[in-house]
């Protein structure tokens, strides 16, 4: 059963950039047919999708945050990590990592809330 | 972008209804969309993908329908565990969410 867990840091500064580690067990982030993915969702609000990366590195970003993000892969370790440079207050929300098939997420981590303020 | 709206924002049930929430996007997406439900202060999960194909493991109450640009969940005999948002999700051009049902006792 693959499980995944976000982790980083709770607080950012206003222009800072944010960095979070999701590690997955019970599978491997280089196999084929597989997204791994980071979904984010502000206070009492929806669900939006910010980018992913797929078994072999490539990636693909939310047009909306293109510029910002950047996820990358720690084979090694059996993580994916996002990087979101120049935070501002909206961009205050929980962040989920999960396990997509064919852009179906499957498998989502517990989610971690992130703050932006000074 | 492709946008999903979700109807309605909020439903009021009974333990034992049967309930509807509808999913329409913005253009045609064929039958790549997928329902998800999240119960307070967890992660969503997967209950249907391709608008009608049950996700292994969830309880045969959840039905999905439709193409194009009008879908539908149904889930039969609410039950304790149902009282959560159930979100829509389209994936024919990158991943766009709906809004959210909140269905409430």
């Known amino acids: 059963q693959v499980q995944l867990q976000e982790s980083g840091p709770g607080l950012v500064k206003p222009s800072e950039t944010l960095s979070l580690t999701c590690t997955v067990s019970g599978g491997s982030i280089s196999s084929g047919d597989y997204y791994w993915t980071w979904i984010r969702q502000h206070p009492e609000k929806g669900l939006e999708w910010l980018g992913y990366m797929y078994y072999n590195g490539n990636t693909f970003y939310s047009p909306s945050l293109r510029g910002r993000l950047f996820i990358s892969p720690d084979r090694p370790n059996n993580q994916f990590s996002l990087r979101l440079s120049s935070v501002t207050a909206a961009d205050t929300a929980v962040y989920f990592c999960?396990?997509?098939?064919?852009?179906?997420?499957?498998?989502w981590g517990q989610g971690t809330r992130v703050t932006v303020s000074s | 972008d492709i946008q999903m709206t979700q109807s309605p924002s909020t439903l009021s049930a009974a333990l034992g209804d049967r309930v509807s929430i509808t999913c329409r996007a913005s253009?045609?997406?064929?039958?790549?969309l997928a329902w998800y439900r999240q119960k307070s202060g967890k992660a969503p999960q997967l209950l249907i993908y391709?608008?009608?194909t049950l996700e292994n493991g969830v309880p045969s109450r959840f039905t999905g329908s439709g193409s194009g640009t009008e879908f539908t969940l149904t889930i039969n005999s609410l039950q304790p565990d149902d009282f959560a948002t159930y979100y829509c999700?389209?994936?024919?051009?990158?991943?766009?969410f709906g809004g959210g049902t909140r269905v409430d006792i």
């Open positions: 999700q389209q994936y024919n051009t990158y991943l766009t």
């Open positions: 391709a608008a009608s």
């Open positions: 999960g396990r997509a098939r064919r852009n179906v997420v499957d498998h």
């Open positions: 253009q045609n997406i064929g039958n790549w």
